[in-house]
């Protein structure tokens, strides 16, 4: 560790308030310099992406979420209208419920939100909710699984005599994601259990014709809200799905925005030395070899970025986790990222971080700011502040002086604005490492693959409940039956036994319990 170093590897943006410092990564100006066509390619590549280019083959889509924030970027007069007309569609919605312009059927204000989603669909707006919405007009809550549990835990947590001020948004770009249909149900049941007509509480944002969009056409819903098929689930915060519930909390949106285009203005220059996202990149590349070798750890010093480690962990392992490169071949690439926050850390993994498996390189976000208003000495001369910073310090130390490196974002305090720009950061240090590495961040087999082999364990399970009968059968007598595989069928049968569907009786083994009606 040197100052010297550290001067001259430290990337600033006065201006916002920013800073990277890379100077624990020990990238080499040699390493660097022959790396210098691969991130002229990636340059070359996002400025193709923002003027409008397929980046989705699978499915014949172009990538604009960059645009959101700037919507002048967009390549077309149709594509510009895509975004301005909702953004002022939905800050007018927003002030119209504010004001108790917009009400419930009985002329009550709404005083809270319920958000149904899934993926990006969630996870963005409960990222902004916990950085930004401790102040909200509207508290939210969310069902984000299929959990009947949880969704029983969320109801509670509501309580049936809030469900009539309570403003349900569900967002699903196709309409067809199970785990969000299955959340509208429930809640739909739970209100009309409550008496209440689920479409007078209910808002979609969905993409236009969909089946949720003829869902809520067809149920009366409050409002419709468009998602494009341009915005993917994992950069979607900036889109409707973000900024509806975001605008509703009565967070500054507009700062939102702003933050995200102010880093992609200091990221769209070409000067790689200078360029913060590409920065990122290059250490990532760096740490792993290219390959994903070294695991990225978050490690954010402030509790209402708890969850940025869980957005990046889908930002970056859903773009970047790809089995083949852009060529064909199999590559199996990706960055794989956990974290907490500190310095919770300091009395949870940080012990193996420094004297473990050296895998991994770490990410530290320093929030200058300790807290608004006057603070205390919790001993003489130091404040809790202090402490903070000085367990951020100490265990970056630490772990540099055991051999594990580091990168270290600063911002001065967590706003709209810095959050945005933090996101904006990152979603293009995706797209610079997707192209160091020659794959495409923009699809998702991966999730398809899995959703196709749910549907084809509900199969199974449905032809399994249509040979049950009264008469005791093994997993391998309704297996051969109904021609599945005999495990598939043993654990659609203790699905069913666990819920009640069936009795079962043990035997000496999986293969000799029997089940009935």
């Known amino acids: 560790m040197s100052f010297e170093n550290f001067s001259a590897s430290l990337i600033r943006y006065p201006q916002l308030g920013f800073s990277l410092d890379s100077s624990l990564m020990d990238l080499q100006q040699d390493w660097i310099a022959s790396m210098e066509s691969k991130v002229q390619k990636a340059f070359s590549d996002m400025q193709a992406l923002e003027s409008g280019a397929i980046a989705n083959p699978d499915e014949g889509r172009m990538v604009g979420h960059y645009w959101l924030r700037q919507p002048a970027l967009a390549p077309t007069a149709e594509l510009r209208e895509q975004i301005t007309a909702p953004l002022a569609s939905l800050k ?3 002030a119209d419920v504010h004001t108790g ?3 419930n059927p009985a002329g009550k ?3 809270r939100l319920l958000l149904i989603g899934i993926g990006g669909s969630a996870l963005g707006p409960q990222l902004v ?3 930004l919405g401790g102040q909200a007009v509207l508290p939210i809550h969310f069902f984000d699984n299929t959990d009947p549990a949880g969704i029983d835990h969320t109801l509670a947590t509501i309580g049936s005599r809030h469900f009539e001020t309570t403003l349900v948004l569900v967002i699903s770009k196709s309409g067809g994601t199970p785990e969000t249909r299955n959340g509208m149900l429930e809640a739909k049941s739970a209100w009309e259990k409550a008496g209440l007509e689920f479409g007078k509480y209910t808002v979609a944002i969905t993409g236009t014709g969909s089946k949720l969009d003829q869902f809520a056409t067809d149920h009366g819903f409050i409002a419709r809200f ?3 098929d341009w915005i993917g689930g994992r950069t979607s915060v900036m889109s409707t799905v973000g900024l509806v519930p975001a605008a509703l909390q009565g967070i500054d949106i507009d700062a939102f925005l702003a933050g995200a285009a102010a880093m992609d203005e200091e990221t769209r220059k070409t000067d790689a030395a200078t360029n913060a996202a590409m920065r990122l990149a290059l250490c990532w590349y760096a740490a792993g070899k290219g390959r994903g ?3 990225m750890v978050v490690l954010p010093y402030k509790d209402s970025l ?3 480690s869980k957005y990046l962990q889908q930002l970056v392992m859903e773009s970047l986790g790809k089995e083949l490169d852009l060529d064909g071949n199999k590559v199996h690439q990706g960055i794989a990222v956990y974290g907490n926050k500190g310095s919770t850390d300091q009395h949870a993994y940080v012990q193996q971080l420094r004297d473990g498996v050296a895998n991994f390189f770490a990410t530290f976000i320093e929030v200058r700011k300790g807290r608004n208003g006057a603070t205390i000495e919790v001993e003489p001369g130091n404040t809790s502040a202090d402490y903070l910073q000085g367990f951020l310090r100490g265990t970056r130390k630490a772990l540099y002086e055991s051999g594990r490196q580091s990168i270290t974002l600063s911002i001065p305090e967590v706003t709209p604005f810095t959050l945005g720009l933090l996101i904006a950061l990152f979603e293009r240090a995706v797209s610079f490492y997707a192209s160091l590495v020659n794959v495409n961040a923009y699809h998702q087999p991966g999730v398809e693959a899995g959703k196709k082999a749910a549907a084809t364990f509900l199969d199974t399970l449905n032809a399994v ?6 008469d005791a059968k093994s997993a391998t007598e309704i297996a051969y039956e109904i021609d599945a595989d005999a495990e598939d069928v043993y654990h659609c049968l203790t699905h069913l036994a666990a819920n009640g569907e069936v009795q079962i009786s043990l035997g000496k083994n999986p293969a000799e319990d029997c089940f009935s009606l």
């Open 465 to 470: 409940r249509g040979r049950l009968t009264a």
């Open 226 to 228: 468009p998602m494009e």
């Open 293 to 295: 070798e070294k695991d």
């Open 101 to 103: 312009k917009v009400t």
């Open 92 to 94: 007018q919605f927003a």
């Open 129 to 131: 909710n916990d950085a």
């Open 306 to 308: 708890v969850l940025f």
């Open 109 to 111: 204000r709404f005083e």
